[in-house]
């Protein structure tokens, strides 16, 4: 029913032809679809009169009008019917929650005021026994939330009231002040119904293509949500309240290398996921798990940093439910919606980042392979802090798209199959410097942990700017100080400098001159003018940029110096990091 319905609403008639048995279709014209849709919502029936007049002004007949209006019609009658179907669904599991919710206090009533001796006494001890046990878990959560406070700042406490509010970022303070006592008292029941809602409209943007996505007009095989529709089938009240608050949506679909029992595994990982997509998340927590054991799944309660490669583009930071649940022998769901379950607190900071149900499904296919779609939609308050450079990139749902999601999921896949070896690479890359399996892998890990550091210290949240005349051009200089805390580092202070140059060349062209071992000298200090000795390198990806490489720079006086050096390229972007093997492993900074 959709398929047909979302065709002939959106301009396409069918016409049978008796003679060779077919189906012919007639496809209006944009113009032609835009009277009609004006014509429509006016008077959805037009008499004879009014047909033939439509008739004569769009050079259409009578009967394709007739046809299209009664399309029409029969479209928006399935749209409001499924509405229906959502609001009632929903409605019937708030129903079923709180039922639930009132036999577990019909298992657990206790009065009080019964003196009497027996079964009442009894209950009494057992009660008092559970307040001793709550009460050292909740010193339990506190001890926890202090260390998280901790780990995440870098502060040795909590903050206490009338101490000098810091100068982070919104929702590290909301984090900090407000963690333990907001994910202490939220209520789980709520948490459930919220997943469970937010899966149902997941499954329903995943099933049905017209009329809620369209294809992007300037990028062929992007889809985006049509606004009226979606607030038709989903209706919702903003949750970003400024006239600056915008929505972003997309959908993406693609082939990865790993089976799909293992790519989950690695999704729910808090860990491995900021591995995983190292260029889009800088941040990652699980706040809280919560195992219901009703629906099969896992719901966690989290907290998530994304950012892209560039300090003059603000981060956008979310708390949200993830839901993750098998629903086939061979397909995994998984669900990431917002939910402010701290918006009961005071002095509470707006929020500028709302996620609706987006995530991914994946399907295992043969050959250890897995096909992946994802969505993503969100509700956001950043165009007028993100830099003239980028505010195209990031407002046309490029930066944080469903594409950029499947395009890092499909590169880090097979960077992770050339790491085990279920890939072949050939014999002599490693120059006889390497021997092992194993001595390859760590060389990759400590790769990664170089250019995961690189990464985050591109976010420079404290950061003085020097900014260029030509915004459109040159960004200018950010510079950022922050404390030296990595094992085996010094005392002391690291000063971070970056920039943003807008270029007439391809990244292609771009990152082919910078991976040029002969150019080399043309834009590396350290080599002093003179070509570099590469030593050995590890191949990342069929594509033979996606290369770990082993270097030696001619640097007077240090005869065994070398740099590790990881260049990568896909659809979207391309990058490229280097440091000396030491301060790749202890988190220094890259450059």
Not at 383 to 403: E, I, M, N, P, W
Request: glycine share 6%.
């Amino acid at each position: 029913m959709d398929s047909s319905n979302g065709r002939n609403g959106s301009g396409d008639e069918e016409n049978y032809n008796s003679r060779e048995g077919k189906k012919q279709y007639h496809h209006h014209t944009t113009e032609q679809i835009q009277q009609l849709e004006a014509f429509y919502s006016e008077c959805p029936h037009p008499d004879k009169n009014q047909r033939q007049q439509l008739s004569r002004e769009l050079g259409l007949d009578q009967k394709q009008i007739k046809f299209w209006f009664q399309n029409k019609r029969t479209q928006i009658k399935a749209l409001n019917e499924r509405a229906d179907n959502n609001s009632l669904r929903s409605e019937n599991e708030r129903i079923h929650f709180e039922n639930l919710s009132m036999h577990e206090v019909l298992k657990n009533a206790f009065c009080p005021s019964c003196n009497s001796s027996g079964v009442c006494e009894e209950e009494k001890r057992q009660n008092l026994q559970r307040l001793r046990i709550e009460n050292a878990r909740l010193k339990e959560e506190y001890e926890r939330a202090v260390n998280f406070f901790t780990n995440y700042t870098g502060n040795p406490a909590l903050p206490f009231a009338g101490t000098e509010p810091s100068t982070s970022a919104p929702g590290q303070q909301y984090l900090s002040q407000h963690w333990s006592t907001s994910v202490t008292h939220v209520d789980k029941s709520v948490v459930i119904e919220t997943a469970v809602a937010a899966l149902n409209e997941f499954m329903e943007l995943l099933r049905v293509n017209e009329p809620l996505w369209f294809e992007a007009p300037s990028d062929h095989g992007r889809y985006i949500l049509r606004r009226d529709s979606y607030d038709m089938i989903f209706p919702k009240s903003n949750q970003v309240n400024t006239s600056s608050a915008r929505f972003e949506s997309s959908k993406d679909s693609g082939e990865v290398a790993m089976s799909a029992t293992h790519l989950i595994e690695m999704l729910v990982d808090v860990n491995k996921w900021k591995e995983i997509f190292p260029t889009i998340v800088t941040k990652a927590t699980t706040l809280e798990v919560i195992d219901t054991g009703i629906f099969g799944g896992l719901l966690h309660l989290m907290f998530q940093k994304m950012h892209i490669l560039s300090p003059l583009v603000a981060p956008r930071e979310f708390f949200f439910i993830r839901y993750s649940r098998q629903i086939h022998s061979s397909t995994w769901v998984l669900v990431d919606v917002s939910y402010d379950f701290i918006t009961q607190l005071q002095d509470s900071v707006p929020t500028r980042s709302w996620r609706f149900p987006s995530g991914c499904i994946i399907q295992d296919i043969s050959n250890g392979k897995s096909t992946v779609t994802w969505i993503e939609h969100v509700q956001v308050n950043d165009k007028l802090s993100t830099h003239r450079l980028y505010r195209d990139f990031v407002c046309g749902s490029q930066a944080y798209g469903a594409k950029r999601w499947i395009s890092t999921l499909q590169r880090m896949c097979e960077r992770f199959a050339f790491s085990n070896g279920l890939i072949a690479t050939p014999t002599n890359e490693l120059e006889g410097v390497i021997e092992s399996l194993e001595g390859k892998r760590n060389v990759m890990n400590l790769s990664q942990r170089m250019v995961e550091s690189f990464f985050e210290v591109l976010c420079m949240s404290d950061k003085l700017d020097f900014p260029n005349p030509s915004e459109y051009q040159n960004s200018g200089v950010c510079v950022a100080l922050r404390k030296s805390d990595g094992p085996h580092q010094p005392d002391g202070f690291i000063v971070s400098a970056a920039t943003s140059l807008w270029l007439p060349f391809s990244k292609e062209h771009l990152f082919n001159f910078f991976q040029d071992e002969k150019r080399r000298a043309q834009w590396d200090v350290l080599s002093n003018g003179s070509p570099v000795i590469p030593v050995a390198h590890i191949t990342t990806g069929t594509h033979h940029g996606n290369r770990i490489s082993i270097i030696q720079p001619f640097v007077p006086k240090e005869n065994k110096m070398v740099v590790l050096q990881e260049s990568s390229i896909d659809s979207l972007g391309a990058a490229g990091t280097r440091s000396s093997p030491e301060t790749a492993g202890t988190r220094s900074d890259p450059t």
